[in-house]
Every structure is written in structure tokens, then in C-alpha cells.
């Protein structure tokens, strides 16, 4: 029998801190991509001009705009899996017990160190979350439950790169980001990313994306590792892989 996990509070907060009344709609609702650069001595962080947004929904398909439109609730219409890809199927118990073990089973990922991604960047990977929960007529998505977001948090601690391997095109990567990103509900467009939490978790992941992909020798690791900043609406210059080549990452 494994043990209930309870939580009095959520894990990640899902609202505006305390010191804070009426949140602008600018403010919440869009967030910036970055550009690294170094004018001198010093690396600093440069915010672009161009707003983007990046919107989820329930069917973890998504919609990111990189410029402002008159109706931003218009949503792309709904990409399919892609054919393929690995299905990890978890549920209740799976959840409640921060088991990893469907994942390694579907994906045959038992040990994160012995992982070869020019076997999954095709395939790609997605999830199927069978949760039910205890009150039918809760209001709240998947993301906003502290147990599923807790199992995903233990799943990126484990497989920190598994972002660059999602099926990205069938919202895959935003509703990862979802479980992991602090964020606030939104009638029309979904799920709305707190912008400067989205924006540590993007730069978290491109130093180890790009650092993975590199070191298994995946051809165009920047290309990628851009790719996979720019479905969340990040734009990386190449003086951060510059810095990134000359202090890397120990990925034994």
C-alpha cells in the first residue's frame, strides 16, 4: 500500500503575491522574450520589444501569438499526437505515490544517465493524466492540483532535459511548463504563465538542453535548444552559448 500525500496549501503558488491588488491585464497576460548578450565584463539580461503570449487548455493544445492581436482568445485549432510518440499513461495512485515507474516503462528510461536522446526526438513523448478527482464539480484543472504538479516536479528533478523531448506541437511542452510555472487561470485563453517564472524556467532548461543535447553529440544543439525557447516565447541570443561553451556543464 503506498502512502496518500495531503496538502494543506498548493505547492507553487497560483496567485499574485499579497503585496499586490489588481494585477494589470498587460502585466499578466504577456511575457517578453530575452536576449543574452555581454557588453562587457559583466552578462546581463535584455528584454525584447515584441510581447508574446502563450495560452493552454484543458486538451493541451496551445496558441502563442508573437505579436499583439485585436482578439487574443482566437486559438489555433487542435494538433493531433504526432505519430509515434510514446504515451505515458498515470492515474491516481501513480500520482499520490510520486511513482515514476510508468514513465521509465513506457519510455524504457531507467536510468536518466544512460539516456540517448536521438532515440526520443523523433518519437517524441506525451501524457495521458487519468485523474479523478474527489469533488466532480471542482472547478480546477489538471495544473492546478499540488499532487499532479508534485509528481511532475520529481519527474523534471530526475529527467531535468525531458522538455527538449516532448511533443511539442500537441501542447506537450506548455503543459509541462504548466506543472512547473507558477501561473493564473484565464476565462479565454487558458493557462496565463507568471512572465518572469516562465522566464526562469526557460533559461534553467536551455543551460541543460543545449549542454544534453551537446554532449550526445545531437547534430545543431543551438537550433534545438532555440526551437524549444521559442514555443514558449523566448527568443536566445548566441552570446549565452558563448558563456555556455566556456564554463559547461558536468553532465556525469
Excluded at 523523433?122 to 471542482?138: C, L, M, Q, S, V
Aim: glycine content about 4%; charged content about 20%; some cysteine.
Amino acid at each position: 500500500m503506498g502512502t496518500s500525500i495531503k496538502f494543506n496549501k498548493p505547492l507553487l503558488p497560483l496567485s499574485p503575491l499579497p503585496t499586490q491588488t489588481t494585477p494589470s491585464p498587460i502585466s499578466c497576460l504577456s511575457c517578453k522574450p530575452i536576449s543574452f548578450f555581454r557588453p562587457s565584463s559583466s552578462a546581463v539580461y535584455h528584454r525584447g520589444n515584441v510581447a508574446v503570449s502563450v495560452a493552454f487548455n484543458p486538451q493541451g493544445n496551445f496558441d502563442m501569438s508573437l505579436f499583439d492581436e485585436d482578439d487574443q482568445s482566437k486559438a489555433a485549432p487542435p494538433m493531433p499526437p504526432a505519430d509515434g510518440r510514446i504515451e505515458v499513461v498515470i492515474d491516481n495512485n501513480v500520482i499520490s505515490r510520486l511513482d515514476l515507474s510508468p514513465f521509465q516503462a513506457a519510455t524504457g528510461m531507467k536510468s536518466p544517465l544512460s539516456v540517448k536522446p536521438k532515440q526520443f526526438l523523433d518519437r517524441t513523448i506525451g501524457f495521458t493524466i487519468n485523474y479523478a478527482k474527489e469533488d466532480p464539480r471542482d472547478p480546477r484543472e489538471l495544473s492546478e492540483f499540488p499532487d499532479i504538479r508534485l509528481w511532475f516536479v520529481r519527474l523534471d528533478a530526475t529527467y531535468p532535459w525531458l522538455p527538449v523531448l516532448l511533443d511539442w506541437r500537441a501542447g506537450e511542452l506548455a503543459r509541462y511548463a504548466a506543472m512547473l510555472v507558477p501561473h493564473q487561470m484565464n476565462m479565454k485563453m487558458g493557462v496565463v504563465f507568471n512572465p518572469e517564472a516562465l522566464e526562469l524556467f526557460v533559461m534553467k532548461k536551455v543551460f541543460i538542453v543545449y549542454s544534453w543535447l551537446k554532449h550526445h553529440n545531437i547534430p545543431k544543439p543551438k537550433l534545438k535548444t532555440n526551437d524549444m525557447a521559442r514555443m514558449l516565447g523566448f527568443g536566445i541570443g548566441d552570446e549565452l552559448y558563448d558563456l555556455i561553451e566556456n564554463h559547461p556543464l558536468d553532465l556525469s
